[in-house]
């Protein structure tokens, strides 16, 4: 009798223990659970209020901007800089600072506000602007653009395209507008097609390179065997 009860003691003891290690790993794991319900839901606010009035990432999807910007980069946008827009509203956070002649910008297409731009702003408001034979002019004074590219290379001298696009104006940029032309100027839609660009659709300005491929068609996976690391983190101007 005295073995049957021992055994039955084991047993117990056995149980009981089985069911305070199953009672410690339930509560482990609800403590995990619980604390992902509280971290979540802030780590989404969060990432949302830095999309909306910090950062936001943009893709180059045209050649409109080489050299400056290639097809395949992926930029961090920065939408502090202009005074990022209150969503469902018509107001602006304070600016860090105006913006200037030469800034690359990020802008809501005037046209279709649903597609963002990237362009060169090269016109504020009251600037008197001209071209001429591809040479672009701001109130008189024509500019160097070391920037700008105006064709295909033909023996170190650049063919230029003489047409509606490379001779215009004068026009005066009316106030709260803005005027802007992408780096490659024979192959980019942008002011001087559609016209001037309201200051209330500016979205940021590109901040620096995060990413970068070469798009093949050929390859199975050019954003894994292509990448340009050269570009990678080089700031945008």
């Known amino acids: 009798m005295r073995s049957v009860d021992r055994h039955r003691r084991d047993d117990a003891l056995r149980e009981a223990n089985r069911s305070r290690r199953g009672t410690r790993g339930g509560g482990r794991t609800g403590a995990r659970v619980s604390s ?4 979540l839901p802030a780590a989404l606010v969060l990432f949302l209020v830095l999309r909306t009035f910090v950062v936001e990432a943009f893709r180059i999807p045209s050649s409109s901007m080489e ?3 290639l097809v395949g980069d992926f930029l961090l946008v920065n939408k502090w800089v202009y005074g990022a827009q209150v969503p469902f509203t018509r107001t602006r956070l304070p600016a860090l600072r105006t913006p200037r002649h030469n800034d690359v910008v990020v802008f809501d297409w005037p046209v279709d506000p649903a597609k963002a731009f990237v362009k060169r702003l090269v016109g ?3 600037d008197t602007l001209s071209m001429m034979q591809g040479v672009l ?6 500019l160097r653009e070391s920037y700008a590219f105006r064709g295909v290379a033909t023996g170190g001298v650049y063919d230029t395209i003489l047409d509606a696009r490379d001779s215009w104006g004068p026009l005066v940029v009316p106030p709260r507008h803005l005027f802007v032309l992408g780096d490659n100027r024979a192959n980019s839609l942008d002011s001087r097609y559609w016209g001037f660009v309201p200051d209330s659709l500016l979205r940021g300005a ?13 390859e199975r996976a050019p954003w894994l065997t292509r990448i340009r690391w050269d570009r990678l983190g080089t700031t945008v101007r």
């Open 36 to 39: 992902w319900l509280v971290v």
């Open 67 to 69: 050299r400056t910007l």
């Open 124 to 126: 504020l408001p009251g």
């Open 137 to 142: 002019r701001r109130n008189g004074t024509p």
């Open 206 to 218: 590109p901040w620096f390179v995060y990413y970068s491929f070469t798009p093949d068609s050929t």
